[in-house]
């Protein structure tokens, strides 16, 4: 099991006696425990650092079994956690002597082609969502990376290729089904517990288990051109540049990926690969994209293909397995050559001196802001809205004693990004400005959890209205993994929500 061995299971509250319990009450779930065969498969997380050796681990297949283990968790005091992709770098997916609610099982899609909309179960990742919905001529915003749960990517907001034509990923986002912190079944969407459905699409893992997402599609019968590029440093500059127009000039029919990170042999050295996508027909994208392709790439993969492989092209760069960390921020286009340049440079030496960290990335995405900017920061708790652009720092390592000197070069690299930010000002579009707070939570997957960092930073303005929500919903905080919104938190104390809550 790896690096799962070198943490000890948590004392108290799982024995044999409440696996017992547990299992006799469990109507169509199996439960694992470290001697059964799945055990050590089903432990292992996206991350390898993310990875701790459950007392217990629920295949959960419906939701009765997950309210059962939900009430039996918090009545005899043992910690739990929610696995869907097991993305998450901060661990929240997983339990050390606790008990895993593994949504995997649960993978079914339901496609209503006359309403345009699909219906997926907790446990889909994207690769299912899109494949079903591609067979039917439509498509809807995911992730970029489609071996990613749908369940943490909607619940923490959701950018994607069609973010520019269709927003996020929560602006599509009929219904949820969701098992709360007290085991009922609840429905949330714009008429049914509506203060719920605020509160869940931005922050959604703080409020209970997902067991089902209904989603708005829209027709994407046709095929979309994208691809990779890769290009030496000497072209950062010009690749740069034409990114930086590409958002506006497309309008949402076309996007871009930036990527440093260390190309496979024979090149083996660190390099910028460019990740295209435009949706529409060959010779136009081809038209767009040519100052990138006149720049002579040294790989050159891009083609037509149907939207629902799009979403498996970076799966190479951001593959299963290695110790992980992300920290994320945001910046203004355009981005100075020279900034660019820098962050490249840097990159290039820290994957030259750790030689274990070579899989490590620098992410930065250049998506049209104003389809999602359509939408306030205050119409849910996710409050990134405005017009900037994410950025990440992706360390990958293999040993553990690396852990401490990749996870500050993931921090260093962030503060970077953030004092560039501060230095070119933020002026919006047009001087317009939306208040976004400038961090995707689901890129800062550690910094979430590290100390200083508090809901603040990640829901703005919202962060009082979600507390008294949580304070609802989930008033013994059983669901702290993902933000810190319990106790701890200043805006904990005081303050309520009337509503009427409809299960």
């Known amino acids: 099991m790896g690096d799962m061995l070198q943490e000890s299971p948590a004392e108290g509250g799982l024995n ?19 001697d059964s065969d799945e055990y050590t498969a089903r432990s292992k997380r996206w991350a390898d650092s993310s990875s701790k050796p459950a007392g217990a681990i629920l295949l959960a297949a419906s939701n009765h079994d997950i309210s059962t283990t939900l009430r039996l968790a918090q009545s005899h005091g043992i910690d739990f956690a929610v696995c869907g992709g097991g993305h998450s770098t901060s661990g929240a997916s997983s339990s050390s002597g606790g008990i895993v609610i593994d949504l995997s099982p649960m993978r079914g899609v339901e496609v209503d082609p006359e309403s345009k909309a699909v219906t997926a179960q907790g446990g889909c990742l994207w690769v299912d969502v899109d494949e079903a919905l591609g067979a039917h001529g439509l498509a809807t915003v995911g992730g970029t990376i489609n071996h990613t749960g749908i369940g943490g990517l909607t619940l923490g907001g959701g950018y994607g290729w069609l973010s520019g034509q269709h927003g996020l990923t929560i602006d599509n986002l009929l219904s949820v089904d969701m098992v709360g912190a007290d085991g009922r079944l609840v429905k949330c969407s714009p008429t049914e517990n509506e203060h719920l459905f605020w509160a869940v699409r931005g922050a959604g893992q703080s409020f209970g288990v997902a067991t089902s997402f209904t989603f708005r599609a829209f027709d994407q019968s046709s095929d979309i051109f994208a691809g990779s590029l890769v290009f030496t440093p000497d072209k950062i500059p010009a690749v740069v540049n034409f990114a930086n127009g590409c958002p506006e000039a497309g309008k949402g029919q076309a996007a871009c990926i930036l990527v440093f990170a260390v190309a496979p042999p024979p090149i083996s050295q660190p390099t910028m690969i460019a990740s295209i996508f435009f949706n529409g027909p060959e010779d136009k994208a081809k038209s767009f994209f040519q100052p990138l392709l006149d720049l002579d790439p040294v790989v050159n993969d891009t083609k037509m293909m149907p939207y629902s492989a799009l979403n498996g092209m970076l799966n190479p760069v951001v593959p299963h397995g290695g110790r992980k960390s992300t920290k994320g921020a945001c910046f203004q286009l355009p981005m100075q050559a020279a900034f ?8 290039s030496a820290f994957v030259k001196g750790n030689p274990d960290a070579s899989r490590s990335l620098i992410i930065m995405e250049f998506f049209y802001p104003d389809k999602i900017c359509k939408t306030s920061n205050r119409a849910m708790a996710f409050a990134n809205r405005d017009f900037y652009q994410n950025i990440m720092a992706q360390p990958v390592w293999s040993e553990e004693g690396n852990d401490e000197r990749c996870r500050q070069w993931a921090r260093d690299m962030t503060l970077l990004f953030k004092r560039e930010f501060e230095t070119t000002g933020f002026s919006g579009k047009e001087g317009k400005v939306m208040g976004g707070i400038g961090t995707y939570g689901n890129y800062d997957g550690d910094g979430i959890r590290e100390p200083g960092e508090r809901g603040q930073t990640i829901f703005g303005d919202n962060l009082e209205r979600l507390m008294e929500l949580k304070r609802i919903w989930d008033p013994n905080n059983a669901f702290s993994k993902s933000h810190l919104l319990g106790p701890q938190s200043d805006a904990w104390h005081g303050g309520s929500v009337a509503m009427e809550v409809k299960a």
Do not use: G, M, V
Request: proline share 7%; hydrophobic share 35%; net charge positive.
């Open 340 to 347: 660019a340049t820098s962050l490249f440079e840097q990159f």
């Open 16 to 34: 044999p006696a409440s696996i017992d319990q547990l299992k006799s009450t469990l109507k169509s779930s199996k439960l694992l425990t470290p």
